[in-house]
């Protein structure tokens, strides 16, 4: 709380000098009665009691009419925040080989995709003021979500992926390509790509050089994620006599494509061979990628006189019915 005129507040010193002007005056008795023998016994009456109330209550009004005069007011402290969101496309792979059994956790067995799937799911959460998008490729690329900030949806878009469902190769240049479309018409003051795979370029009409060297050109950065363990993993395969076993083939990841690509668009290569290092490298990617924020603060100011103006008025009002009544005509 704080007063616009504090100065006006040295008034209230003359407040006792007010009262003791007005009711000095008032004492002046106007019946002269010398029998005081016949009333020494009686009990005062209520009026007489209550008498110093008017006094009190002029007093609490000329305080108070002087407080809202000084104008007291509360700040407010208020602030306005100015975000700059990043555009990211999350280009996620789904070929076959995405069902390779490399990133079980102690309590459970999870391929690489189901491992990718939980681990972009936190990092959107983690990013409230980004828009997003989600593209799955293998053989094509397949817009699963747009650029949005709905990323309620978009997780339920995330959750739909699963392997083989673009078929059974992988595109890494038209996938990229597509991504770079997608972020063309944005005015995002940063845009990037996330490219998770685990394979090697072996279709698509748009090679891995090309596609960097436009991400490069309209200045799209792209940070790429190698996901796959190092040597022999195992793979589940449909068995002749039902249900499912399990084969062991070599882990194929182009690590060098890869390298090109953050290269030339000035992100990073990782290489994520568990669920741990996964979650790192998208932990990284997060703190490198802030969103700007700037913070406007200003103060604004609720007026509070109207409130003394009211006990000023009530105790003023009062203390002048009572005068003109039995408290005030007392002698």
């Known amino acids: 709380m704080m007063v616009r005129y504090p100065w006006l507040l040295l008034l209230i010193l003359l407040v006792p000098v007010a009262v003791w002007l007005r009711y000095r005056l008032q004492s002046r008795p106007r019946i002269r009665f010398n029998q005081f023998d016949r009333t020494r016994g009686l009990p005062p009456g ?6 110093w109330m008017l006094p009190v209550l002029y007093a609490i009004g000329l305080t108070s009419l002087i407080i809202a005069m000084a104008r ?5 402290e208020e602030s306005k925040v100015h975000t700059e969101g990043i555009d990211i496309v999350l280009l996620v792979d789904v070929s076959p080989s995405m069902q390779a059994i490399d990133f079980s956790t102690t309590t459970r067995e999870i391929n690489r995709l189901d491992a990718a799937k939980r681990v972009i799911d936190q ?3 983690q990013r409230p003021d980004d828009r997003i998008s989600l593209i799955a490729f293998s053989e094509l690329p397949f817009t699963f979500s747009p650029m949005t900030l709905d990323h309620g949806w978009l997780i339920q878009q995330l959750d739909r992926l699963e392997p083989g469902i673009l078929g ?3 595109a890494i240049g038209t996938a990229l390509g597509s991504a770079i479309n ?3 018409t ?3 003051k940063s845009r990037i790509v996330i490219l998770l795979t685990d394979g090697v370029n072996n279709s698509g009409q748009l090679s891995p050089e090309n596609a960097a060297e436009a991400a490069k050109a309209l200045g799209v950065k792209v940070y790429t994620v190698g996901a796959g363990a190092e040597g022999n993993v195992r793979f589940p395969v449909p068995s002749p006599f039902g249900g499912t076993r399990y084969v062991t083939q070599p882990s194929e990841i182009d690590e060098a494509t890869l390298h090109m690509i953050a290269e030339t668009t000035g992100g990073l290569f990782f290489r994520a061979t568990d669920m741990n290092s996964l979650e790192q490298v998208y ?4 703190k490198m990628e802030k969103v700007h924020i700037d913070v406007e603060q200003f103060m604004r100011f609720e007026e509070r006189f109207p409130l003394w103006v009211g006990v000023a ?3 003023l009002t009062l203390e002048k019915l009572l005068s003109v009544m039995r408290w005030g005509s007392l002698p």
């Open 186 to 188: 944005s005015d995002a």
């Open 72 to 76: 007291p007011q509360k700040g407010l």
């Open 168 to 170: 059974d190769k992988t």
């Open 123 to 125: 990092f959107i959460q």
């Open 182 to 184: 997608r972020l063309r």
């Open 313 to 315: 008025l009530v105790a």
């Open 283 to 286: 932990e990284q990617i997060d």
């Open 46 to 51: 209520l009026a007489v009691r209550t008498r």
